[in-house]
């Protein structure tokens, strides 16, 4: 399997429940991000990792929590959230942080 | 935010061509980046422009005017495939990390 994989596709979760989206890229890179992007909206930079290091936390609220436990993995950690964080999670990789982005289909969050 | 702004909507017809573009309003200017977002789909890189000047690329080619702070991406040869958000994104020297900062993109609907 080759390029960035993002699972699952489509997440309900309840504004207290804890959930996790995960994020795979099989092209070696050494970059990671996260991106939200909101209907009407530009996307949004969440997070950034380096060769494993966040390198970026774009005054992201604290319920959410990224982990990149190596280079070819990283997870978005969810907890508390509130209905206005319903939007699609785009997850991409470069092979530098100054490369083109390759992103990942996403997961479409709704929170009720 | 950088003052990115792009159209929100566009329509032509299949075999026209089509010119989409983008001002820009920022410091430090070090690259601008064109994206293809398919619905329900991950964007795609498509093209990269850093110095002024035309780059082609197939059917698809970008201009970048640093004085003017303005870019264009021009598709030729229109196909009904070619249906998409186009997103405008531009790079900052000196931003964390080779940041990106994306327009809201422009909604292409190309008809029979």
């Known amino acids: 399997e080759t390029g960035v994989t993002q699972t699952p596709r489509h997440l309900v979760m309840g504004m207290t429940n804890k959930k996790s989206l995960k994020c795979e890229q099989h092209l070696g890179h050494n970059a990671m991000y996260w991106y939200k992007q909101s209907a009407k909206k530009p996307l949004e930079l969440m997070f950034v990792y380096s060769l494993e290091e966040r390198v970026e936390n774009n005054s992201v609220p604290s319920r959410f929590s990224p982990e990149c436990p190596n280079s070819s993995h990283l997870f978005l950690h969810l907890h508390t959230l509130q209905p206005e964080d319903s939007a699609l999670y785009l997850c991409?990789?470069?092979?530098?942080?100054?490369?083109?982005?390759?992103f990942g289909n996403g997961t479409r969050l709704t929170v009720t | 935010g950088q003052n990115i702004d792009q159209p929100t909507e566009m329509t032509a017809t299949e075999g026209a061509i089509v010119q989409i573009n983008c001002t820009y309003q920022t410091s430090g200017f070090n690259g601008l980046f064109w994206y293809q977002q398919h619905a329900g789909e991950a964007p795609t890189f498509l093209s990269y422009n850093v110095l002024d000047g035309l780059e082609e690329k197939g059917r698809f080619s970008s201009f970048l005017s640093r004085s003017k702070g303005y870019s264009y991406l021009l598709l030729k040869e229109l196909q009904m495939k070619d249906s998409a958000s186009y997103l405008c994104a531009v790079r900052r020297r000196g931003s964390t990390l080779g940041r990106l900062y994306f327009g809201r993109g422009t909604q292409l609907t190309v008809w029979p």
């Open positions: 991409a990789s470069s092979q530098t942080v100054y490369s083109p982005l390759h």
